[in-house]
C-alpha cells in the first residue's frame, strides 16, 4: 500500500523522533511509505532518520514550484479546490485562519504529487496544521486520510469537527486526550480510538548491580519549555544534596529555557553534577538506555501557562521498556502510563514530593525492582510497537480501527 506520512518537520529537526519506529515498522512490512513534512527546516538531527530523506517529499511552504503546482490545480480544478477549502472559513481564530491558510499552497501540491504518485491514502502526526494540510490533500487529490493527535493540537482545536468528518479515523494516543478530543469533536461525528504510540522492547536483561559509591544518576529526556518542569527537578537535586545524597543529572533536549535553567544550576550550588547534553540522536538515546547509562528517569512535567500539558511521553515508555524506573507527575496521559506501580507518580509543582519519590528509588531496593517488573510488563501488554502497527496497518486497508 502507497502510504504519504504527514508530520511537522520530521525528517527534519530534533522532535518527532517517536514517528519514526512506526514509520519505519510500517515501511518494513512492505508498504510504499514516504514522508512530506510541513516545514524543511532544521535538517536531519536523528541517526535513525537518516535513511528517511530518501522518501521524503520536500518542499517549502512558497517555493515557487510549490506556487506554481497550487496555481494549477486552483485553474485546472476549480471546484474541487473550492470544496477541499471550505472548512478553513469556520477556523476559530484569525491567527488559526492564517495559519490554515499559508497550509494551502503546499497542500495543493502534495495532492498533485499524491495523485501522480498513486498514494492511497495520507496519515499525519498532530491535528493541528498539519492536520489542516493533510485534509486539504486528502481532499483535492480524492484519497481517503487519518490523523493522530497527540496534546497541544487538541487543546488548540484546529477545526477537530470538520477534520473528524471528513477523515477516515482519528486516533489519540492516551485515554485522556481522547476524552478532550472527543468534547472538541462533539456528539454526532466519528470520534477518537486510542492507541498508544509504541515501542520495541529490547530482550529482557538481568538487574543491574550499582558500583559501590557510585551517585545515583537521574536523567531528564526533554525538550527544554515550562511544561517538562526542569525547575522542580532542579530544585528535588538541590533538597537530595542536601540530604548528603550522591545524585548526578543528565538533561538531553535543547530549548528555549537553557539559558535561564543553566542560571538555575548555578544557584542552588549544583555545578559539576548537572550536565546540559543537548539533544542526543535518537538511536544514541536508546543505546545509552539500554547500556545502563542511568539509574532513573525523572519527568516532572506540568500544565503550562498556555494550557500546554503532556501526552503520554515516548521517552518514558522507552526507558521503561529498557528496565529504567520512571518518577513522573500526574499530568495529561502519564497516570495512564504509570499506574498499578509501573512508576512513581507525584502531584504536578509538588518538589518535595518528588524528593520523597527520588529518595525511595534510591533507599528501596524491592520498590526499585518491583517498579522495573510492572513497567516492563505494561510496556509489553499496552505499548509494543508490533500489536501498535498491526492495528495501524488494518486501519489503513480497511478505512477504520
Not at 535513511?51 to 471546484?79: D, F, K, N, Y
Not at 470544496?83 to 495532492?111: D, E, G, H, I, Y
Not at 477518537?192 to 530482550?203: F, I, R, S
Not at 529498557?322 to 497516570?335: E, K, R, S
Request: net charge neutral; hydrophobic share 45%.
Amino acid at each position: 500500500m502507497r502510504i504519504v506520512y504527514i508530520a511537522k518537520k520530521l525528517p527534519y529537526g530534533h522532535e518527532e523522533a517517536f514517528v519514526i519506529p512506526e514509520l519505519m515498522a510500517l515501511r518494513a512490512r512492505g508498504h510504499d511509505m514516504h514522508l512530506a513534512p510541513l516545514q524543511i527546516s532544521g535538517g536531519v538531527r536523528h541517526d535513525d532518520a537518516q535513511t528517511l530523506e530518501e522518501i521524503t517529499w520536500p518542499a517549502a511552504l512558497l517555493a515557487p514550484e510549490v506556487l506554481g503546482v497550487a496555481l494549477l490545480e486552483c485553474l485546472t480544478r476549480p471546484l474541487v479546490v473550492l470544496r477541499a477549502l471550505a472548512p478553513l472559513a469556520r477556523s476559530r481564530t484569525p491567527w488559526l485562519l492564517f495559519k490554515n491558510l499559508a497550509s494551502v499552497p503546499k497542500a495543493l501540491w502534495l495532492a498533485r504529487r499524491c495523485r501522480a504518485a498513486g498514494v492511497e491514502h495520507i496519515h499525519a502526526h498532530w491535528g493541528a496544521v498539519p492536520g489542516t494540510y493533510a485534509m486539504v490533500a486528502a481532499s483535492v487529490a480524492g484519497v481517503p486520510f487519518s490523523l493522530t493527535c497527540h496534546r497541544y493540537d487538541i487543546a488548540q482545536n484546529n477545526l477537530l469537527p470538520d477534520k473528524a468528518r471528513r477523515a477516515s479515523w482519528i486516533r489519540a494516543i492516551d485515554r485522556a486526550g481522547a476524552r478532550e478530543l472527543a468534547s472538541h469533536i462533539g456528539p454526532g461525528l466519528p470520534q477518537p480510538v486510542v492507541l498508544h504510540m509504541g515501542v520495541v522492547p529490547p530482550p529482557p536483561s538481568p538487574p543491574r548491580r550499582r558500583p559501590a559509591g557510585a551517585p545515583w544518576r537521574f536523567v531528564i529526556a526533554a525538550r527544554l519549555v515550562e511544561k517538562k518542569g526542569h525547575r522542580y527537578l532542579l530544585q528535588a537535586l538541590a533538597a537530595l544534596r542536601k540530604q548528603s545524597r550522591s545524585v548526578v543529572l543528565d538533561i538531553l533536549g535543547e530549548g528555549p529555557l537553557q539559558g535561564e535553567l543553566e542560571h538555575q544550576v548555578r544557584d542552588l550550588g549544583l555545578e559539576g553534577l548537572v550536565t546540559f547534553a543537548g539533544t542526543a540522536p535518537h538511536a544514541t538515546f536508546l543505546q545509552r538506555l539500554i547500556a545502563g547509562d542511568w539509574d532513573a528517569m525523572a519527568l516532572p512535567s506540568i500544565v503550562a501557562r498556555d494550557g500546554d500539558k503532556e501526552g503520554i511521553p515516548v521517552s518514558l515508555i522507552e526507558a521503561m521498556a529498557c528496565g529504567l524506573p520512571v518518577v513522573a507527575t500526574d499530568n495529561g496521559g502519564i497516570p495512564e502510563l504509570l499506574d498499578g506501580g509501573a512508576g512513581l507518580i507525584v502531584p504536578e509543582y509538588d518538589v518535595a514530593a518528588l524528593t520523597e519519590a527520588m529518595a525511595r528509588l534510591m533507599d528501596d531496593v524491592a520498590l526499585h525492582a518491583a517498579v522495573i517488573a510492572k513497567a516492563r510488563q505494561r510496556i509489553e501488554s499496552e505499548y509494543d510497537l508490533k500489536a501498535i502497527v498491526d492495528r495501524l496497518e488494518k486501519g489503513f486497508m480497511r478505512g477504520h480501527l
